[in-house]
């Protein structure tokens, strides 16, 4: 039988492991490890909204946050959007994460989630969440925020790219969210090779905290450059 869309991420999911060591005062978070909700959430909403052999655009974020994709498994998505947009209640644990808000405002303006979910698949070049030991406790990390700490991940990366490349995923351009996580994924697109074209759309966390007074035109770019309009 053949693997669908939502089989073929399902099992990158289920297989996730980061098996090399990070630098010290980082440590990977598996969200799928830590709470089995968010493993039976992840596939609810795959199979709802990937349930085909359609091939994606793919869409590029940093690494998941412990409130959005750390908990629910799903890139840019708090269990507040994940009930009230895609009708998945979770009930084990109640985010609220602010790069959602962005990207479910510009989701609705797409067409809805069935609409955007046919044609673009969202994930991370390092699939778990990252946090750095603080005095305050721990915080969320960027990959990219120390140079070890980058070192670390960057094989990993790669091969996280190719997976996710292989689920049936338009390389002819790539769509990528922030301007310095672009420069390093087109150091690793350079050794790697796996994308034609790369397009940078400004990080929906950075439209929100700085630029939601313009935040509708930031929207509107979204659409135009994934549309190709």
């Not at 980061?18 to 799928?32: D, I, M, S």
Request: with cysteine.
């Amino acid at each position: 039988m053949n693997k669908t869309f939502a089989d073929k991420v399902i099992e990158f999911n289920e297989s996730l492991l980061f098996p090399g060591k990070l630098p010290e005062g980082f440590q990977a978070l598996n969200p799928y490890l830590d709470n089995p909700e968010t493993m039976t959430v992840m596939k609810a909403f795959y199979n709802k909204y990937y349930n085909d052999s359609v091939q994606r655009k793919f869409i590029i974020g940093i690494n998941p946050s412990r409130h959005g994709a750390g908990v629910t498994g799903v890139p840019f998505t708090d269990t507040k959007r994940l009930e009230s947009v895609c009708g998945i209640k979770m009930t084990s644990a109640r985010t609220h994460e602010v790069s959602s808000v962005f990207m479910y405002d510009m989701i609705a303006d797409y067409g809805g989630p069935e609409e955007f979910y046919k044609d673009i698949y969202i994930n991370s070049p390092f699939p778990l969440a990252i946090v750095r030991k603080t005095k305050n406790g721990w915080l969320n990390a960027n990959y990219y925020d120390d140079k070890d700490l980058f070192e670390a991940v960057k094989d990993f990366m790669i091969d996280s790219l190719k997976k996710h490349i292989g689920l049936n995923l338009d390389t002819s351009e790539v769509f990528i969210l922030g301007k310095k996580n672009a420069d390093f994924i087109s150091k690793l697109n350079k050794e790697a090779n796996l994308f034609t074209k790369m397009t940078v759309l400004e990080h929906p966390r950075y439209i929100q905290q700085y630029k939601s007074k313009e935040k509708q035109l930031y929207i509107d770019k979204y659409i135009m450059a994934l549309k190709n309009k």
